[in-house]
């Protein structure tokens, strides 16, 4: 999509710290970490949130935990575990328009977030 920042990491026009890559999800790292290790795990097809998934998104839905997990693994955050966080819309805390997986680890998480 068209100004879409994500969209453009996916096309490879926007430098990003890639860290695994197919035809339907890319992980990158974040720009602005919350946590020792936090990366994103993003749809190849612009989907704006988990607002507007549609029965037929379960195989990608799915395939993106699977990614989540197997790069959380290379990153070394698998042991001792890690959060996944998908901000859906504005009470949701969402800021980039484009689903997304948040995957943190590296410290202590807290519950409930903010
Ligand atoms: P959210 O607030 O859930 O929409 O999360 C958006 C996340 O994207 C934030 O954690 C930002 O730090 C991150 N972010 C925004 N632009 C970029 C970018 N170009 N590359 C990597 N991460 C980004
Ligand atoms: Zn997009």
């Not at 795990?41 to 989907?47: E, F, G, L, N």
């Not at 037929?56 to 990614?67: F, K, P, Q």
């Not at 693994?73 to 698998?78: R, V």
Request: glycine share 10%; hydrophobic share 40%.
């Amino acid at each position: 999509m068209n100004g879409c920042p994500f969209c453009s990491i996916v096309a490879g026009e926007a430098p990003a710290g890639v860290l695994y890559r197919d035809d339907r999800v890319v992980a990158f790292k974040d720009t602005n970490p919350q946590a020792p290790e936090h990366f994103l795990v993003v749809t190849a097809r612009h989907i704006p949130s988990l607002a507007e998934v549609e029965s037929g998104d379960e195989e990608l839905l799915g395939h993106a935990l699977v990614v989540a997990r197997k790069v959380a693994q290379e990153l070394g955050i698998l042991e001792r575990g890690f959060r996944l966080v998908a901000n859906c819309r504005r009470q949701g805390g969402q800021t980039v328009p484009h689903l997304h997986l948040h995957v943190m680890g590296g410290r202590q998480m807290t519950w409930p977030p903010g």
